[in-house]
């Protein structure tokens, strides 16, 4: 697509082009300095307003960006926020069929539960007070650009690659979540393994961030919402008939299971 032609399509159209690579599983050519980081979330506003046309409702938040090192790379001193659809949410238990998605990896999050409706101008102390419960998760992520290449404005835009997620067991909510050690293991070998500080220095500060993030960005969250608070290792590649298992201490276990059979 030529820079004309981007602008051209405005917001929206580039949204439908997104959520139609989405759909169909194939990438699309990066977008570039073509969009402005206002403009790409615009687009993510247009594609979240897709997904609600077609049945689909919001379920949460998701941060991206949350460790230093991933800002660094990008050159950014800020985390990206999308949204999570209720209609990404995996059971546990259930397999997860990998067909129809372009780039997929999984990595480990710490995730919180909302037990009061949000609204977009909510502060920290609001955003915090309203958390009922937290959960280990799984992400898994899917960039519908080629190569898995791509700027900032592109995949804010393309909703921070948001793709599915799985939660484990919630529990009670503790503001004591720094510093615990996270396990990531595929077919019971560890493969990653770090720690919630790697969220940001410390999973907390991902609800202060998203507090910001929200109030510049959001239109808030239903009661019930789930934050996802970023990356606590790095991501790993997903492939057919494999189970993997994240393992956040103190927290819990969520594991996922990759239907097909192992390559």
């Not at 981007?6 to 929206?12: Q, V, Y």
């Not at 997904?51 to 001193?77: D, I, N, P, W």
């Not at 958390?131 to 080629?146: K, N, T």
Request: hydrophobic letters at 50%.
């Amino acid at each position: 697509m030529t820079t004309t032609q981007s602008t051209t399509h405005g917001a929206t159209a580039i949204a439908r082009l997104l959520e139609q690579a989405e759909r169909e599983g194939n990438a699309i050519a990066q977008f570039g300095d073509m969009l402005s980081l206002e403009q790409a979330y615009k687009v993510q506003s247009e594609l979240l307003a897709l997904r609600l046309a077609r049945g689909e409702s919001l379920a949460g938040a998701k941060l991206g960006f949350t460790s230093e090192a991933k800002m660094a790379q990008m050159g950014v001193h800020e985390v990206i926020v999308g949204f999570l659809t209720a209609d990404m949410h995996v059971d546990g238990g259930a397999a997860l069929a990998l067909e129809g998605l372009v780039h997929p990896r999984i990595e480990p999050e710490v995730a919180f539960r909302f037990g009061q409706a949000i609204p977009a101008g909510a502060s920290e102390e609001q955003i915090i007070a309203s958390v009922d419960a937290v959960a280990p998760a799984l992400e898994i992520i899917d960039s519908r650009y080629r190569d898995f290449s791509f700027s900032l404005a592109d995949v804010v835009a393309d909703n921070t690659s948001a793709s599915r997620y799985v939660l484990g067991e919630w529990t009670e909510f503790t503001d004591d979540l720094a510093g615990r050690a996270v396990t990531l293991l595929v077919d019971g070998t560890i493969t990653e393994t770090g720690t919630t500080s790697a969220i940001l220095g410390d999973p907390m500060n991902a609800l202060k961030a998203f507090a910001r993030m929200n109030s510049r960005y959001g239109s808030g969250l239903p009661a019930g919402a789930v934050l996802l608070a970023g990356a606590a290792t790095a991501a790993v590649a997903l492939a057919p008939g494999r189970t993997i298992t994240a393992i956040v201490a103190g927290i819990g276990t969520v594991e996922l299971e990759t239907a097909g059979a192992a390559a």
